[in-house]
């Protein structure tokens, strides 16, 4: 498996990996331009080195992760100083080869911060736990959980 920056990746690349991950999840009655605007954000995000993220190749791309590390007047900041995994997606034909664990680790590897957290649902909870996360008893603006890892709540 190849990983590879998003802007070496492409658009096209990157928002049929993203459009795939949203209409698979909470996000499935969302209408399609909804979804589009947003994936053009966030690449634009990408783009901008405001936000980083890879996209896993297998001949084919098997899936990509976006982090950041949070700063006051972040994009998506909920916890300044702590590092951010925004998005995990793993195509439905290569899920349960532990690709969504490579992209944790690997995201955490490349931010400067030995904190880290993510805003989870669902079956996504479960991942987070077995990668050291713990629900850190706050809840993000959208009612999702925030987990911890590396600090006192995520020990």
């Known amino acids: 498996m190849k990983l590879v920056d998003v802007r070496d990746s492409g658009y096209e690349v990157f928002h049929e990996l993203m459009n795939d991950y949203y209409r698979d999840g909470?996000?499935?009655?969302?209408?399609?331009?909804?979804?589009?605007?947003?994936i053009s954000y966030l690449f634009e995000l990408c783009m901008d080195g405001r936000i980083s993220g890879c996209i896993a190749w297998e001949n084919v791309p098997v899936g990509f992760v976006l982090w950041n590390v949070d700063s006051e007047d972040g994009v998506f900041s909920r916890k300044p100083g702590y590092g951010t995994i925004l998005e995990i997606g793993v195509s439905p034909e290569a899920r349960g080869r532990g690709i969504g664990r490579i992209f944790s680790d690997f995201a955490q590897s490349q931010m400067e911060t030995d904190r880290?957290?993510?805003?989870?649902?669902?079956?996504?909870?479960?991942?987070?736990?077995?990668?050291?996360?713990?629900?850190?008893?706050?809840?993000?603006?959208?009612?999702?959980?925030?987990?911890?890892?590396g600090d006192l709540n995520g020990r």
């Open 26 to 38: 909470k996000d499935a009655e969302t209408p399609q331009e909804e979804i589009d605007a947003f």
């Open 116 to 149: 880290f957290y993510v805003c989870a649902y669902g079956p996504a909870e479960k991942f987070w736990e077995k990668c050291g996360y713990y629900f850190s008893g706050d809840l993000a603006e959208n009612g999702l959980k925030i987990m911890t890892k």
